[in-house]
């Protein structure tokens, strides 16, 4: 569903990404860990069409991004850090907004039921998102994906500074996303949650993809080791 051939970015003499190769299926939760300026967020930048690449491929859907941006910026979302929305309109009234944008014109009572999947309380649906925790607009971003149909979510470390409960949940609708064919890019600096979330998990390094794993494969403990050992090696 998601595929990286070779993807390269360089900022006028740094070379951010190194010649990237990704292949993630539908359905499938990937984590992308590392540390800061590692090239996670560049990558998603690329896939989304917001930046364009030196050289390689980014491919949704067997689509080529940098040649069909319009059409693969259809069938994705992107959850940042944190959510912008409107905050003079209610959840509810930046949903339709957003999904509106997509295309599409949903009554009340459906787009209450992508809010539900999301997880956002009724009681909030009316309130001024400028009233909503990060958590709350974390669901919007969520409720937003699913009204537009998404193929693949990007996630830019969607679960900084939410509090257990908030990051729990939030997992949870991934996963039940994920179980619907949906595929997830995340990038994050949260061990735990890569090794509860992810079905594979890539650790990048200075621009490159250094070593990937299969969560289910190794112990926290070990991809604690793992991510060490990766970020503190010198290229
Ligand atoms: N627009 C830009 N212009 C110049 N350099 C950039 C730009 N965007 C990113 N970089 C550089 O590219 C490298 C990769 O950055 P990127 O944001 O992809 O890292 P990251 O892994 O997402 O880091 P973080 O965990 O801090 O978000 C960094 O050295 C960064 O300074």
Not at 118 to 138: C, F, H, I, P, T
Not at 183 to 199: C, Q, R, V, Y
């Amino acid at each position: 569903m998601l595929q990286a051939e070779q993807l390269t970015k360089r900022f006028g003499a740094h070379l951010a990404l190194d010649h990237l190769d990704l292949d993630i299926r539908s359905g499938e939760v990937y984590c992308l860990l590392g540390s800061n300026g590692a090239g996670k967020s560049t990558t998603i930048n690329i896939f989304l069409g917001f930046l364009p690449a030196t050289s390689g491929r980014a491919l949704i859907d067997g689509l080529e991004v940098s040649v069909n941006n319009h059409a693969t910026r259809n069938m994705v979302a992107y959850i940042p850090e944190v959510v912008n929305l409107y905050p003079t309109l209610t959840g509810l009234e930046n949903l339709a907004f957003f999904s509106g944008l997509s295309g599409y014109a949903y009554s009340r009572a459906e787009l209450r039921s992508f809010t539900q999947t999301a997880g956002l309380q009724d009681a909030a649906l009316d309130q001024r998102v400028g009233g909503y925790s990060k958590g709350m607009r974390q669901k919007v971003g969520i409720a937003i994906a699913l009204a537009k149909q998404a193929k693949a979510l990007f996630l830019d470390e969607p679960t900084s500074g939410l509090d257990p409960h908030a990051s729990n949940e939030f997992a949870q609708v991934i996963t039940r996303l994920s179980s619907q064919g949906v595929s997830t890019l995340m990038a994050t600096h949260d061990l735990l949650m890569a090794k509860n979330l992810g079905h594979r998990i890539g650790i990048m390094h200075q621009g490159r993809l250094q070593q990937e794993l299969h969560s289910e494969a190794v112990s926290y403990a070990e991809l604690t080791d793992c991510y060490l050992t990766t970020v503190n090696q010198s290229v």
